[in-house]
């Protein structure tokens, strides 16, 4: 298949992502980017039509995927797009019939989320330096992400219409376009009031009291990379291990949450999950931290075992 009927077909799915889908644009560019290993694929076994891609190449495609590095987490998440796509070739009539194999398909191994304890989260707030206008935003931008519980796309897209910080509440877009009301506390709300009153319109540089929330030093909406830098960059100033980023953050929220007796269905709220069983993995979490403490706590658990011996 040539490049050009390649483009023509991923503009096309682009346009069904955005606006029927209503995905985000970082979710809409990785979903591309996913499909180019699948263009690059069918370019090596010439394929000329997407009815070329029966259920036989299809475990080929998986299988060269493996055999080029790709981690298992990075194929599954491939085949999830995959799904997406070829749902969507089919109502398009573009392929009259599901190539994918129904059974066999590789699944993510179960991985309980990472979070922080309530120390270290204490510590990595206090990390940035208060002296400064941008330490002043890095904590506002920190006690946001973890009180919240917000994405890394959440905290981009704030403006300051969505913040009404005398009801500590604050009106985030999520996945979707979904609109929900998200909480916080006290001292993230007074860090936020630190940094919107002395700091944001320094960086400004004219009184708005719209528009982005957090701004890098030349005024503007602060990136999604640059947040993720942020968090990045202060866990390893505290000697966090690597991998701190803002869902660390988030399921931190979610954990203390649940550990300090939240209902479940008002932390899948605050979260903004669809499901109940999105929600439900930082059960695990709590019962599995539950079980560490009582291991290491309860005198006869701590016991190795009596001989059966005697």
């Given at each position: 298949?040539?490049?050009?009927?390649?483009?023509?077909?991923?503009?096309?799915f682009n346009?069904?992502?955005v606006?029927?889908?209503?995905?985000?644009?970082?979710?809409?560019?990785?979903?591309?980017?996913?499909?180019?290993?699948l263009?690059?694929?069918m370019?090596?076994?010439s394929?000329?039509?997407f009815e070329?891609?029966?259920?036989?190449?299809?475990?080929?495609?998986?299988s060269w995927?493996?055999n080029?590095?790709?981690?298992?987490s990075?194929?599954?998440?491939?085949?999830?797009?995959l799904?997406?796509?070829?749902?969507?070739?089919?109502?398009?009539k573009?392929?009259?019939?599901?190539?994918l194999?129904?059974?066999g398909v590789?699944?993510?191994?179960?991985?309980?989320?990472?979070?922080?304890?309530?120390?270290?989260?204490?510590r990595?707030m206090?990390?940035?330096?208060?002296?400064n206008?941008?330490?002043?935003?890095?904590?506002a931008?920190?006690?946001?992400?973890?009180?919240a519980?917000?994405?890394?796309?959440?905290i981009?897209?704030?403006?300051?219409?969505?913040l009404?910080?005398?009801?500590?509440?604050?009106?985030?877009?999520?996945?979707g376009s979904?609109q929900r009301?998200?909480?916080v506390?006290?001292?993230?709300?007074d860090?936020?009031?630190?940094?919107?009153s002395?700091v944001?319109?320094?960086?400004?540089?004219?009184?708005?009291s719209?528009?982005?929330?957090?701004l890098?030093?030349?005024?503007?909406?602060l990136s999604?990379?640059s947040?993720?830098?942020?968090?990045?960059?202060?866990a390893?100033k505290?000697?966090?291990?690597?991998?701190?980023?803002?869902?660390?953050?988030r399921?931190?929220?979610?954990?203390?949450?649940?550990?300090?007796?939240a209902d479940?269905?008002v932390?899948?709220?605050?979260?903004?999950?669809?499901?109940?069983?999105?929600?439900?993995?930082?059960?695990?979490v709590t019962?599995s931290k539950s079980?560490?403490?009582?291991?290491a706590?309860h005198?006869?658990?701590?016991?190795s075992?009596?001989?059966?011996?005697?």
């Open positions: 298949m040539n490049d050009s009927k390649w483009t023509n077909i991923k503009i096309k346009t069904h992502l606006l029927e889908k209503g995905l985000a644009s970082l979710t809409v560019r990785n979903y591309m980017t996913d499909l180019d290993s263009q690059e694929f370019k090596i076994r394929f000329s039509k070329d891609l029966d259920r036989y190449e299809l475990r080929g495609y998986l995927l493996v080029i590095g790709f981690a298992k990075s194929i599954v998440r491939k085949i999830s797009v799904r997406s796509f070829i749902g969507w070739l089919l109502r398009e573009i392929i009259n019939k599901d190539p194999p129904r059974r590789m699944k993510r191994d179960s991985r309980l989320p990472r979070f922080l304890s309530q120390d270290e989260v204490s990595l206090d990390a940035p330096d208060s002296s206008p941008l330490g002043l935003r890095d904590k931008l920190l006690e946001l992400a973890y009180a519980g917000l994405r890394v796309s959440e981009y897209g704030l403006n300051v219409s969505d009404d910080l005398g009801t500590k509440e604050i009106r985030v877009t999520g996945k979904k009301v998200a909480l506390g006290s001292l993230a709300r860090a936020m009031y630190l940094y919107l002395q944001r319109p320094q960086l400004l540089g004219e009184d708005d719209d528009g982005p929330v957090f890098n030093k030349f005024g503007t909406r999604r990379r947040i993720q830098e942020k968090i990045r960059y202060y390893a505290i000697g966090l291990k690597p991998g701190v980023h803002t869902h660390t953050l399921h931190s929220f979610a954990t203390h949450l649940l550990d300090g007796g479940l269905r932390v899948q709220e605050l979260l903004g999950h669809a499901s109940l069983s999105t929600t439900q993995i930082y059960t695990h019962q079980k560490e403490i009582y291991l706590s005198p006869r658990a701590k016991q075992g009596a001989s059966l011996s005697k």
